[in-house]
């Protein structure tokens, strides 16, 4: 928070004008307001500092009381936009977030050979997420893992993602780990008895699936937590375990997912319990999922990480966040905030991005105005400690690469360009006045 103390005496003169004017007409409340303002002294006066008044400009000390409309004629009054073509110096999302969440990035290996793309990520973010180089299609190593032989313990290869940590190290960046178990880019071998890649290959027993599970997960924690300490801050452990169209009560994804046809029900518990066995102390374990707002997913999410919190197996909910332009509705998306809140773990919106199919002038003002609208609610609901959000991560960090584009159809969904130029999406994500709210 942004305060400079006032002079003693001049200070206490300006209070007891207040109070006699509050006295007056009764309103306790607002005093308390005005002059012990985060729990400071009488004498203490509430000061901006000059050299902030930019990003102090929501004022975010008064959003605490307030309804989420007059919230956002606060985050109405930056100007960050007017600045930046004043003095072409681009304010930086980290920096402008830095006391409600981290802000991030996904990557991919070769992001990290263009210095363009580094000095941006470096100038803009303080966390990031590899976007596939974490995945066991990545990390383990199937040549190794036979010269091995060793039926209970798979061999991994880090080299990919090497790249990331490196970079976050050298850089002083926090790095999501991404992902444990998933049942998705996961080669099949890992199942098979032998490490077998033919059709016909036997899947093995749950004894040594939980094996080959406790050494996959505990070979890649160790290796990063001895080589790179203190750099991944949270680990996605399990992603993307819940499929409610599966049909199952309690929402488990069985369909192509061997980790469940292997193990069984208890996947999720079990690759918990072995992240918790070999993360570092401080390291925070996620459950990362899509969709997490939609009602049937909320609640079998919330069920899940319920239950691994009363284990002590979880510190945090990863809300990926792959939305669009009209959906989910905010509301909806506000109430399993909240409703994940109340849980008490930590929240990360780990893989935020709005798919915008056009790249007209009037779909990419409504993109920024998506993005200024989903920006608002979280600090809004960090601000009120309705939902503790620790980190936003966009998912990719130019148009021209993202997930999101297929051959025939693109799409122009995060906050820059592929000349690195910051979209009119990127002064929504900072909230900017210049971004009108449809
Ligand atoms: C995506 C990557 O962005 C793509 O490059 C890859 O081809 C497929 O996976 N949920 C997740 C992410 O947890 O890992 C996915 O990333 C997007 C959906």
Excluded at 122 to 150: P, R
Excluded at 233 to 248: L, T
Excluded at 385 to 412: F, H, Q
Aim: proline share 2%; aromatic share 10%; hydrophobic share 35%.
């Amino acid at each position: 928070m942004h305060y400079l103390r006032g002079g003693k005496n001049g200070c206490q003169e300006l209070i007891k004008g207040f109070r006699k004017i509050l006295l007056l007409i009764g309103i306790t409340l607002l005093e308390v307001v005005f002059v012990s303002c985060d729990g400071k002294g009488a004498d203490e006066q509430v000061v901006t500092d000059p050299i902030v008044t930019v990003e102090n400009n929501n004022t975010e000390k008064s959003i605490n009381n307030k309804n989420e409309g007059e919230a956002m004629d606060i985050a109405n009054k930056k100007n960050y936009k007017e600045l930046y073509e004043e003095t072409g110096e681009l304010p930086s999302l980290a920096k402008v977030y830095s006391e409600y969440f981290t802000v991030g990035v996904a990557l991919a290996g070769f992001d990290f050979t263009d210095s363009k793309k580094t000095d941006l990520v470096i100038s803009q973010f303080n966390s990031i997420t590899c976007e596939n180089e974490m995945k066991a299609d990545c990390t383990l190593s199937l040549e190794a893992t036979l010269a091995k032989g060793d039926e209970e313990c798979p061999a991994i290869n880090m080299e990919r993602a090497e790249v990331a940590l490196n970079f976050a190290k050298d850089n002083g960046l926090g790095m999501r780990g991404h992902t444990l178990v998933w049942y998705s880019q996961t080669p099949k071998w890992l199942f098979t008895v032998g490490y077998d890649t033919s059709e016909e290959a036997k899947l093995v027993t749950r004894e040594v699936m939980l094996k080959r599970m406790e050494n996959y997960i505990k070979q890649v924690m160790e290796y990063t937590n001895t080589n790179y300490p203190g750099i991944i801050y949270a680990w996605d452990v399990v992603n993307e375990a819940i499929e409610p169209g599966d049909g199952r009560e309690d929402g488990l994804r069985v369909k192509n997912n061997y980790w469940y046809e292997v193990v069984g029900n208890d996947y999720i518990e079990m690759a918990f319990t072995y992240a918790r066995k070999y993360a570092a102390p401080g390291q925070k374990l996620f459950y990362n999922d899509y969709n997490t707002y939609e009602k049937n997913k909320l609640f079998t999410t919330y069920k899940l990480a319920e239950n691994l919190k009363e284990k002590g197996l979880i510190d945090g909910i990863g809300m990926q966040d792959h939305i669009k332009l009209d959906y989910p509705v905010l509301t909806d998306y506000e109430y399993a905030l909240k409703k994940y809140g109340e849980l008490g773990l930590e929240i990360q919106i780990t893989e935020l991005d709005i798919d915008a199919k056009e790249d007209t002038e009037e779909a990419q003002a409504k993109l920024a105005a998506r993005y200024k609208k989903v920006m608002m609610t979280l600090q809004s609901l960090k601000e009120k400690e309705l939902a503790n959000i620790t980190n936003v991560t966009i998912w990719g960090l130019t148009d021209d690469r993202t997930w999101l584009s297929k051959e025939d159809s693109p799409s122009y969904p995060l906050l820059f360009t592929q000349e690195f130029k910051a979209k009119e999406a990127f002064f929504g994500a900072l909230q900017d006045e210049s971004v009108k709210l449809y």
